[in-house]
């Protein structure tokens, strides 16, 4: 740890320690919904002025040890403010779940210490220069990483800051919000640079030169998108009417207590009451059914449960019903059994899923299980070498404590009645921009989120969610109807702006005419283009340092 031999050392820690707030300040201050993302463009400059001076013209024994503490009492203050609210989630006991905050932030803070520390070595080795280009290869790849593994947390990726101002970020069609990462990291290094050439030179010249190209930075992309927004005019090819259900039914003393048909036929008496007119589109939040426990899908064309829906259906011609399920397959045989199956006491398999159905009057019922599952709470992450070590540490919220089954590949939902292709997403899924795309390239022509977003209350957790879903209808051109248990239900056009929502904690509907669209976004082809770039970059310059080290040894050695 930091080792302070003089007063003038402590003096200058005391320094670095409000440099580390005042990046936490700023960085937190920038995130949705309550901020300012523009604080996001120099948020990250405080941090990289201490590692330089820390590095440079500090006395402080173990640097790295001194860099690492601070950036982790930084992004942990962030980590805090921003997704604090993980403590509202309760155990069975109806306490609040510290392990549900404690652990995400304590995680996800050192992650982010670790990028820095990684680019704090490179930098020493490497110089300034490449230290820059490789923090900011090495951020993306990390938040890229992030996107992907079991452990798998975005919520604060970079590019989220701007989710509820959709004005500034049109060309998210483009980039998508990876993009919007790259930018902010772009600016926050050349802001830092500006301002080191300052202080090396105190050259006014310069200074001008580089503050007008970090306005130009900021400036441009902007520009671009509000063009691109008064600009927008794509034709939709039809449209359906979209009635969203919001049950608001509380996730811990009613979803698993309430009896199933008590449930469905509130669920259903909400929809009747508000059926005015012809709906296409019936859609049901996150795990509306059963309640407590599961459908079996071998057993769907006879479950009372689904069969009632049907019934509904009858009486309301050329309607679709699409909610979210609580669903279960049985296998007989070993062989059948998938790396997320359990054992039961008769010696059966069974798969757990939290799906996503469509439901038609004489049809098959459709399923979708969800792909992206949330840590701790849905997958054990790396069961394998975890749990030996934490036992079954599953946070148990009233449902399963088991890792649920993923289908592999998106699924879409057509029906013969109208033109409407949706994507079934379901709540966390909403969250990943390359991953909501492959709905879309499966022929989706709008996107129907259906969440349960009441585990935490009247919390930032909610809002954040659904201003996330914002940049998702960016990125793809697609509009959306979202059906949340508790709220916030809304619909969200094209460009990301929100047309009509409900109140949180209401028990009611939104109906909402959706316009369908079909033309590919270039970011829905193209993905996380920048991310995958990046990963190139940082191997390159890995091997750079590798040579390097390798010529330098050889010199040595003669």
Known sequence: MPNFETPISYAFFMKYIILSLLSAILLSISWPTYGIPFFI???LVPLLILEHDITKFSSIKNKGWAIFALTYLCF????IVTTGWLYGAKNPDGTNSLFAVVVPVMLNSLFYSLVFQCYHWYKKAQGTYFGLVFFVAIWMVFEKFHLSWELTWPWLNLGNAFADYPKFIQWYDTLGSTGGSFWILIVNVYAFYTLRIWEAGRKQKSLIINSAVLICFIGLPMIISLVKYENFNEKPIGSVNVLMLQPELNPYTEKYSKDSLTILND???????SSKGQIDYY????????????????GFEQSELLNKVKEFLVKHPKSVFATGISSHKFYKNESEKTAT????SQGIFVDSYNSAVQIIPNQKVEVYHKGKLVPGVEIFPYVNVLKPLLGDAMLNLGGTVASLGIDK????FSNSFNKGKIAPIICYESIYGEFTGEYVKKGANFLGIMTNDSWWGVTQGHQQLMAYARMRAIETRREIARSANSGISAHINARGDVVSDTFYGDKTTLFAKVNLYNKITFYTKAGDLLSRICIFVLGFLLFYNWIKKFQNRKKTVK
């Open 41 to 43: 463009f120099f948020a």
């Open 76 to 79: 942990m203050i962030w980590n």
């Open 267 to 273: 669920l259903l008496t909400l929809a009747e009451t």
């Open 283 to 298: 859609l049901g939040p996150e795990t509306s059914l059963p309640g407590f426990g599961s459908i079996s899908e071998t």
């Open 341 to 344: 199956s359990y054992q039961t």
């Open 409 to 412: 590949e998106r699924k879409v």
